[in-house]
Nanobody, 126 residues
């Protein structure tokens, strides 16, 4: 089992920045592909970003490319999501997810992730 705990959410003005963290425990972190998803009120959960087990490759949704950066520190069992140039449409609950085995073509699919955190709220005011 893997436990994931997100932190770093909050209220920020449009154009501002936030850094989300997700601390993992319970399994060798460096073996996991990590992802971030988000869900806005009344909408389906959507892919935001993912990073391979040693950070070699990262993937982004088109809507956040160039503004968000995913990274990981395997020594700290933590994955990060740096969010810059935030806009009101980025408002959502952000979830951290972990996958034991996933192919690159499937990193955007929430069903391919085995473990999920509880989520952290990000609110961007205009």
């Amino acid at each position: 089992q893997v436990q994931l705990v997100e932190s770093g959410g909050g209220l920020v003005q449009a154009g501002g920045s936030l850094r989300l963290s997700c601390a993992a425990s319970g399994r060798t972190f460096s073996s996991l592909v990590m992802g971030w998803f988000r869900q806005a009120p009344g909408k389906e959960r959507e892919f935001v970003a993912a990073i391979t087990s040693f950070g070699t490759y990262s993937y982004y949704a088109e809507s956040v490319k160039g503004r968000f950066t995913i990274s990981r520190d395997n020594a700290k069992n933590t994955v990060y999501l740096q969010m810059n140039s935030l806009a009101p449409e980025d408002t959502a609950v952000y979830f951290c997810a972990a996958s034991r085995a996933i192919v690159p073509g499937s990193v955007r699919l929430s069903t391919k992730y085995d473990y999920w955190g509880q989520g952290t709220q990000v609110t961007v005011s205009s």
